[in-house]
Every structure is written in structure tokens, then in C-alpha cells.
């Protein structure tokens, strides 16, 4: 197949060629026929699958078809970082259609992005906390909005952003067209998907899980040995860029002191940084001038760099949802990858529930010369029924409600085709 069958405009065409896209991803084969037709979108896929491509192409060739003077497409997006990264696939896939967009989203000044709103755009690219501040300066007019892009809307579950998007319909027409994304989908998701989609079309690729390319590895280690642990283990293991994952802002700042002071080309990518500041982080990763970035989960999203050849969980993530997002940014359009997790005893809850989403037992391993100590990696998680150590059961309760959160929506996507990039 190729972009041909979808009779796109020739100045579109233009775009994807000069991105060096040539042959669709199953997301792309899918949906694209689907918003062409101006259905409503269900689409069920993770970051690297190619679905801003797969939605971004048809709105550019609906949006040529007419020209207004009005805002006519609006894409949501959970971070900062996202939102930039499809506000440039959006630049770079219509550059020779004349269409305009501008990327609104906070920690950086308002200034540029009122210059952009006044000059005339076509498509906004926004996070909603600060598309919410512009609407409410009445600097910005949705009321013409044709298509309404809600992407990775778990995310946004995540994150707390749901009352915010439930603001921002209220001034959107309720004649639209609404696609409609996310890489699993939890009640409030489906709630949500149910309330602002009108008889949508479902795009699923493959089967529930994450990508087959990602080998998986348990670590059992004490919370007290983590830090030591992981100089030895990227002392010993062969990597290209790998990416760590920690539960909070100020373990991912201490961590990257101590791996930089340790000799290592380091970053930390957390929620107190400024814009400018994550943007060097990101593209310092991107570009090689950094071998690690230490990251936790909300800073990370929107990170597009599709060489990364290890995810390590220094953490265990709260959910198995949060865990199918972590790994999904290693083994990405058929390269491989793999996925350390260091578990310490009292994470048995979850390492269960990451292996029900798995749909088999993660492999455990010990650190070969690592001194471990009193500790016996091989006494944790035994079997795939275990749960750790018997635990009081107040945290047995609280953690069984940390981990309710099911990834029954997920999707994996591994391609068939050359290795080519995907917006």
C-alpha cells in the first residue's frame, strides 16, 4: 500500500514525501479512510504507531478543500512536549498548503502565541490549561471548530485535565467531527469517549499489550541498593540511549546528580523545569549529547526519540497502565528494546499486574558481581501468583486500589515494513 490510495491533494502528498514517510502504518491504513469520510474516531494506539500522521493528513486535505479565515481544526494534547511535536508534524506535513497552526501551551510567554492567534491559524495545537486562559481573555474564538482532536486522552486522565477538556467543549459547535484517541482506555476514558463521540468508528491495531519487540527483565533489589545497583548495571550492560523512569521530581533530579558525578552524559526531565529547560533536555537526548535522561512518567510524555534502547523502571510505576506508556518508548517501528524494572519487596501487587497485562511471567534476573548483600534476589516473586511478602492489610487494600486501573484498551503496534519515521 501507499499514500497514493488515499487521493490526497498533490500538495500534500509533497508533505509526505519530503517527511520520508512511504509506505502507511497500520493506525495510518486504517483511520485515515475513516476521517476522510468524516466519521467519528476511536482510535486505540500508543505513542510510535503513527497516529498523528493518521489523523493530522485527512484534517490538512478537509481543511485545503475550503479556506476560512476561522480556526477550523483543534487538537488536545496532554503536555507540552506533545503538543510541539504535532504542531511541528503539522508544519512539516502541510508545508506546501498555505494552511497556518500554532502550538498554545503554558510555561513559556503568551506573547508569540497572540502574535500567532491574531496573524490568522487555521489548526491550534494546544494543551487545555492555557488554551482555557486564552479563551477566557477572549483571544481566541473556537465557535467554527469543524474537527476536535483528543489525543492520548488517558493521559489526560492522568494528569487531571478531564474538567478542563469538559470546559472547553462547551465552546466548541456540537456539530463537529471528534477523534478521538488513547492508548488504553479506563472507565472515566470510555466515559468520557461516549459522552462526545456520535456513532464512532473503532481503530484498533493488533491485540491488547505492549510491543512484542520489547524483551521484559525483573530486577528484585532493596529500595536501600537501588542507586548502587544501577551504576553497575549501566557499568555492565551494553546500551545505546536509555531512559529511567522515577515516581518523583526530586528522586529524578538527585539521580541525575549522582550518574553525571559518576561520569555519565545525563539529564532529568521533571514537572518544575521550564520549558526552555525541558526542551534542552529532550533534544540534547535526541541529538546524542545526552546517553541517559532520568524522567518521571508526566514530564516524559510527548518524548519522540525512537532509538532509545532501554526503559528502566528505577521506580516500579503506579499502575499497569503507567508501565505499558514507560516501555512504549523503547522497541519502536521493529527495532527492539528492552525493559529493566528494579522491584523492590513490597511491589509484588503490581510486578501481578504488569504480568496479567503481559500475559506471562517477566523474567527475573540477578545483576552478575553485584554485591547484594543479605538480600536474596531469588526469594522474590517466585511465581507468577505471588505478591510479595505478607503485608499489613491497610497497604494491601491502598495498593490494590493504586493498581485498579486496567490497560483494557492498549494497543501494540509492530510493523512489517521498512523503518520509516512517523509523526
Known amino acids: 500500500m501507499s499514500f497514493e490510495q488515499f487521493c490526497f491533494d498533490p ?93 498554545i501551551y503554558g510555561g513559556v510567554s503568551k506573547g508569540p502565541q497572540l502574535v500567532a492567534l491574531r496573524r490568522g491559524v487555521d489548526i491550534v495545537v494546544a494543551c487545555p490549561g492555557r488554551l482555557l486562559d486564552h479563551v477566557e481573555a477572549r483571544a481566541i474564538d473556537l465557535s467554527h471548530v469543524e474537527i476536535l482532536v483528543v489525543d492520548e486522552a488517558d493521559r489526560m486522565c492522568d494528569m487531571g485535565f478531564l474538567p478542563d477538556v469538559r470546559r472547553i467543549l462547551t465552546y466548541l459547535p456540537k456539530e463537529r467531527q471528534t477523534l478521538f484517541f488513547s492508548a488504553t482506555m479506563p472507565p472515566e476514558i470510555r466515559a468520557l469517549a461516549d459522552h462526545i463521540l456520535d456513532r464512532p468508528e473503532t481503530v484498533q491495531v493488533d491485540t491488547i499489550g505492549p510491543a512484542k519487540t520489547v524483551a521484559h527483565a525483573l530486577f528484585p533489589v532493596p529500595d536501600t541498593q537501588k542507586t548502587a545497583f544501577l551504576l553497575a548495571m549501566l557499568k555492565q550492560t551494553a546500551t545505546g540511549r536509555v531512559l529511567v523512569f522515577t515516581r518523583t521530581k526530586y528522586r529524578a533530579r538527585n539521580l541525575s546528580v549522582i550518574l ?154 509492530v510493523s512489517h515494513h521498512r523503518s520509516v519515521p512517523t509523526a
Open 260 to 413: 553525571r558525578k559518576a561520569g555519565h552524559r545525563v539529564a532529568a526531565l521533571q514537572g518544575n523545569m521550564t520549558q526552555a529547560q525541558r526542551q534542552t533536555a529532550i533534544d540534547g537526548f535526541r541529538n546524542g549529547r545526552f546517553d541517559v535522561l532520568v524522567a518521571t512518567d508526566v514530564a516524559a510524555r510527548g518524548i519522540d526519540v525512537s532509538d532509545i534502547s532501554h526503559v528502566i523502571n528505577f521506580d516500579m510505576p503506579n499502575t499497569s497502565d503507567a508501565y505499558i506508556h514507560r516501555i512504549g518508548r523503547t522497541g519502536r517501528v521493529e527495532k527492539s528494546g528492552e525493559a529493566f524494572t528494579l522491584a523492590s519487596p513490597g511491589d509484588g501487587l503490581m510486578v501481578r499486574d504488569i504480568e496479567r497485562i503481559l500475559g506471562k511471567r517477566i523474567d527475573r534476573r540477578r545483576l552478575p558481581g553485584f554485591d547484594y548483600g543479605t538480600f536474596t534476589p531469588e526469594a522474590q516473586f517466585q511465581s507468577k501468583s505471588t505478591s510479595g511478602p505478607t503485608l499489613p492489610r491497610s497497604f494491601r487494600q491502598r495498593a490494590s486500589r493504586t493498581s485498579s486501573v486496567r490497560a483494557i484498551g492498549a494497543t501494540q503496534y
Open 11 to 103: 500538495r500534500i502528498l509533497s508533505g509526505i514525501e519530503a517527511a520520508g514517510f512511504e509506505i502507511p502504518t497500520p493506525i495510518q491504513e486504517q483511520a485515515i479512510p475513516v476521517v476522510l469520510n468524516r466519521r467519528d474516531v476511536l482510535g486505540l494506539a500508543q505513542t510510535g504507531t503513527g497516529k498523528t500522521a493518521a489523523f493530522m493528513l485527512p484534517i490538512l486535505d478537509r481543511l485545503m478543500k475550503s479556506r476560512s479565515h476561522h480556526i477550523r481544526a483543534l487538537i488536545l494534547a496532554p503536555t507540552r512536549e506533545l503538543a510541539e511535536q504535532t504542531h511541528q508534524a503539522t508544519v512539516s506535513l502541510g508545508r506546501s498548503t498555505g494552511l497556518r497552526s500554532a502550538a
